[in-house]
């Protein structure tokens, strides 16, 4: 057996593996949030130290995510810094969101344009907090029809990747050619006016309030 595979099979049959990760991913988040709140009250590692009877050496590991520290000592730490105690969990319960799409896997969705022939891949969405953002891979082909109408919530920024299209928003047109973005309030009418070079596709990231 080839050493890579070894590794990555006793990786696998380790049932520890992950809880060891995810144990030092509490201690550099604890850690984040306890140099966060020092630095925010304008304290030295030696000042906080004293405060939570520490020694520097012990509160430099606590903060760098190499030592596990105790209820005590973390009661000790918010204590000294003034701020409660669940405060210095607090980087570690935010749910961060991640989507990762293979390229020409992302999910094929009907919005207004696709009955006009415009093609939507949905590249990514978010699960949590106040803002949406809708990151779309369009593609333009020869059956497509122009479409300059749209008009939906928040903001829309474009970026041009291949072809040429004559875009409209609101009053004026842009002529967009790869590499060409273009940033704009997407309550006003807009869209493709004129198919110049086809096929076409660019980005198109949406974001908007989620109560929108």
Known sequence: MR???ADNRSAFQN??????????????AIGREVRRYREKANLTIADLARSADLSAGMLSKIENGATSASL???QALSKALQVPFTALFKSYEEIRDATFVKAGQGLTIERRGTRAGHQYQLLGH???????V???LITLRHESDVFPTFQHAGMEFLYMLEGNVLYRHGEKTYDMHPGDALFFDAEAPHGPEEMRKLPARYLSIISYRRDE
């Open 15 to 28: 049932p520890h593996k992950a809880d060891e990760g995810q144990g030092r991913y509490l201690e550099e």
């Open 72 to 74: 005590g000592t973390l």
């Open 3 to 5: 050493k890579n595979e």
């Open 134 to 136: 809708e990151p779309y």
């Open 126 to 132: 978010t699960t949590h907090g106040p803002v949406m």
